[in-house]
């Protein structure tokens, strides 16, 4: 990670002060693994929520979003599931939610009505409310600041590794460290996936300060990546700050900046590990739009690009076939100009350079051989340049493999 | 089909009368394959014509899109040409595309500028004209009303057989008779798809009279279809009316719709022939949206859930995963009431009635071994109630298997 701050070996959501967690086996994965997780922190946090845009909202997410909407201060833990992701489940979900709260807030000793939930897995299923108590009340016995690293695998459905980092930031003020986990695999789009994400922070700060300041991580970070173009209507993604650390980098302009750059790490650390464990990947694609009217514009060619199973499938094959981009970016109800595009691949760290692969509405112009060697990389960024502006973003996406459907073909059972 | 009209045994775009066809191979495909194609009308046609809402539009769109602006009554061939598409080829293609309509007038023996165009295959490499030349001009040389069946064979790509049908109308006025023919395998999706279709019909015509039947009619089949959700820069529908049976079906008002229906009926079979033979289909999924405010709202809530990679990988694993329809249902874009929403399934044809397998918020109604056996039929209906309103609408797809990422995985080469 960049300068200014450091990255904590084997951080997590509890590498910052103030916070605990645990996870138990609960019994509704089948194979004995965690899958209920508890995140408590030991004073009331400030929390900024980013939601799933998905029109049917998962029971978690009505439940959160309302909560966050009447007592963004009042956050004290984060009570979580995985397997079932208590979705299209109705009024009975709504208070299967709510009960899972409320048993997460007496199992950790904490008063009524500070507890957030976060469940994922299959949809249409009912909660097993029994099981997850159970669970939650183990993991309520156990909570400790080492327990970051067991609740992000708690979380886990196909996810082959747990997604969990940190990093400590000086200030003139004194440290100030951001913690996250993450899990998300298959059923990732911008706005949002199957992404569950907790960033923690002991720094200082207000709700109404978080809450525009989250929007502007998230777009960068975790509203930046797809994996299947599919959104999920439990996506949920959470900034929690307790204070505990003395220190509120608003204070002043630079820190601010810094501490926005260490949360920005933080939160696309852990969204490119969902990149490259997305269901069946091989290969993860950098895609740079430049030259855009606007940022949004941007994001939404990039988006179109990413969401292309024409697009993937050629990257998983490593066929150059780089005018399914093109088609690709043609669909994202941005206007182009076709004589003013340039479309460039390279490898990633790309120290060799960019390679044009279409200029002007030319195409055809590379070397097939040496598009072919970039395509073949493990890595492989696409620079597309519309040629009608000075705004820019960038979306990171995988290959579509024979696995994703293997792995996608036969879920529920 | 529907009575009123009848199907004709290996009918073809030629069996309207004063239509011929033929093709060719002029080296585009490896194989010695059919790869170029004219059709030739006796006399001018009104013509309407739908095409792609991609941004990057190939040259024979921008050709064709041009010419119907200006000469919509004065069409009297269609030169085609696979392997190729001429798209994102700059002013080059377009010059290319002009190329091809002046050669196929020419050999033809026609007026200038009477030509459309149209090309499929590769995006971003330049059309080899002098190949494309060569075939038309064989083709040119052995124009027959019996070529229809081998046109519908030249445009071929991935397809793995011709699309091709036609029905004979009676009508109080005498026979009128419909006939088309179509290609389409992968990137297909509404707005529209790597789908080339040409209808023809002897009936007497205006263009302004075309014009909007044909919208009516290509929303309800070409655009109610999606194979991948990818959308090419070179979708073309075309409809042609020479007026060669001296009949005009719009005179009285129970011709007109005996007239749409027929025409809606040629439409939807090669529409459903292009699902059937989609890149690595297995099954057919016909997704049927009622209870909607407005057509509009239905439709696009079919098509979410038809674009879908974890249903359609779902479908091909006869795994009945039905949350996973009703997450798709809300990415639409459309504003839903979970508690009002129902889903059935049933397999195709469905003299065994509907399922239910979520009702009012409420799911996991239906026993899953039941939910199963209609999951791994076929050919599988699935019926969404929004309970919003009465409008409905129809989308078809197919399922995603292993075999379509095989076959998108090294196209070029």
């Not at 994996?227 to 630079?254: E, I, M």
């Not at 949004?296 to 094959?317: F, M, P, Q």
């Not at 590379?366 to 502006?389: H, N, T, Y």
């Amino acid at each position: 990670m960049s300068s200014g701050f450091s990255t904590i070996d084997g951080g997590s959501a509890t590498s910052p002060g103030g916070f605990t967690a645990a996870a138990a086996h609960a019994g509704l994965k089948a194979d004995g693994a965690l899958d209920v997780a508890l995140l408590v922190s030991a004073t009331s946090c400030a929390t900024a929520g980013a939601f799933t845009k998905n029109a049917l909202r998962a029971a978690p997410v009505i439940y959160d979003a309302q909560f966050l909407s009447e007592r963004p201060g009042r956050v004290r833990a984060v009570a979580m599931n995985a397997r079932v992701a208590n979705a299209c489940t109705g009024a009975a979900g709504l208070e299967a939610a709510r009960a899972m709260a409320r048993c997460a807030e007496e199992a950790a000793g904490l008063p009524p009505r500070t507890a957030l939930v976060l469940s994922t897995g299959v949809i249409g299923a009912p909660l097993p409310v029994d099981k997850v108590e159970r669970g939650l009340r183990a993991a309520a016995a156990k909570l400790s600041p080492e327990g970051g690293a067991d609740a992000a695998r708690a979380i886990m459905t196909t996810d082959t590794r747990p997604k969990h980092c940190a990093v400590r930031l000086e200030t003139p003020a004194g440290p100030v460290t951001i913690g996250g986990m993450a899990k998300g695999a298959g059923m990732i789009h911008p706005d949002m996936a199957t992404l569950l994400a907790v960033l923690t922070t002991d720094a200082v700060s207000e709700p109404g300060t978080l809450r525009s300041f989250w929007k502007h991580v998230v777009d960068r970070t975790f509203n930046a990546i797809s994996v299947d173009g599919d959104t999920s209507t439990n996506d949920t993604v959470l900034l929690l700050a307790n204070g505990q650390a003395g220190v509120d980098p608003s204070r002043d302009g630079a820190t601010w900046k810094l501490f926005e750059e260490a949360v920005t790490a933080v939160a696309r650390t852990l969204a490119l590990a969902i990149v490259a464990d997305g269901e069946g990947a091989t290969k993860r694609l950098e895609i740079q739009i430049v030259g855009a009217q606007t940022e949004a514009h941007a994001r939404e060619v990039g988006r179109a690009i990413a969401r292309s199973t024409l697009v993937k499938t050629a990257i998983y094959g490593g066929d150059p076939n780089w005018g399914r981009v093109l088609a690709a970016a043609g669909v994202a109800g941005v206007a182009l100009v076709a004589e003013r595009i340039t479309l460039q691949a390279g490898s990633d760290g790309g120290a060799e350079g960019w390679l044009t692969l279409a200029s002007g509405g030319a195409t055809a112009l590379a070397d097939p051989k040496q598009a072919r060697a970039i395509f073949e990389q493990k890595a492989i960024r696409l620079r597309l340049d519309l040629g009608l502006g000075r705004a820019e973003a960038v979306v990171w996406t995988c290959d579509l493999s024979p696995d994703y459907v293997r792995i996608n073909s036969d879920y529920t059972s």
